[in-house]
């Protein structure tokens, strides 16, 4: 199985900054990769897909990148409503997460 | 409007066997995937098997021998069933649309696992 490994695990910014979040794949995953935020108590909610894909109704603030084993979500200016758990998925192959970034507001 | 929904029992006793039902609406179980996913508490998500729009099904290597996806097209429902549930098995269980990507979730319905 592909292993996704996120980093970094615990994040603190403050309202404004740009944040970037990273996921690492163990293989090349051919840009098959999407990133949910789950808020507590809440189902994952889909905001990018095939890497750099922004999902109906997401704000332009979030934007992905990357290929190979290496992709990236960047929060361009922090908004309260961010604060979550933000996982990555790889569908490469059978579909494996990341262990996920709590993301909290400095 | 698309909408999945999960139901089953909150809790469920030790080497017994766990049964979900998972009801869409909004879209057709012949023209997307729907795939069932778990989380731990306080853990990180696991990708449990999937039902194609054939048919036919897939499922995790780790879960395989205990795991089986099913569904009734005319009730717009997906099934799982797991055995042999132990206290690791304590998850909220989420079902998915998995067309690619898994676009829309379901609210998902937290199962303990204990005596």
């Known amino acids: 199985d592909i292993q996704m490994t996120q980093s970094p695990s615990f994040l603190s910014a403050s309202v404004g900054e740009r944040v970037t979040l990273s996921c690492k794949a163990s293989q090349n995953i051919n840009k098959y990769l999407d990133w949910y935020q789950q808020k507590l108590g809440e189902a994952p909610k889909l905001l990018i897909y095939?890497?750099?894909n922004l999902h109906t109704g997401i704000p332009s603030r979030f934007s992905g990148s990357g290929s190979g084993t290496d992709y990236t979500l960047t929060i361009s200016s922090l908004q309260p409503e961010d604060v979550a758990t933000y996982f990555c998925?790889?569908?490469?192959?059978?579909?494996?997460f990341g262990a996920g970034t709590k993301l909290e507001l400095k | 409007q698309v909408q999945l929904k999960e139901s089953g029992p909150g809790l469920v006793q030790p080497s017994q066997t766990l049964s979900l039902t998972c009801t869409v609406s909004?879209?057709?179980?012949?023209?997307?995937?729907v795939s069932w996913v778990r989380q731990p508490p306080g853990k990180g998500l696991e990708w449990m098997g999937v039902i194609w729009t054939g048919g036919s099904t897939a499922y995790n290597s780790l879960l395989k021998s205990r795991l089986s996806i099913s569904r009734d097209i005319s009730k717009s429902q997906v099934f799982l069933k797991m055995n042999s549930l132990q206290t690791e098995d304590t998850a909220t269980y989420y079902c998915?649309?998995?067309?690619?990507?898994?676009?829309?979730w379901g609210q998902g319905v937290m199962v303990t696992v204990s005596s």
């Open positions: 909004g879209f057709s179980l012949t023209s997307y995937h």
């Open positions: 998915a649309r998995s067309g690619d990507p898994f676009d829309y």
């Open positions: 998925l790889q569908r490469n192959s059978w579909p494996t």
């Open positions: 095939n890497t750099n």
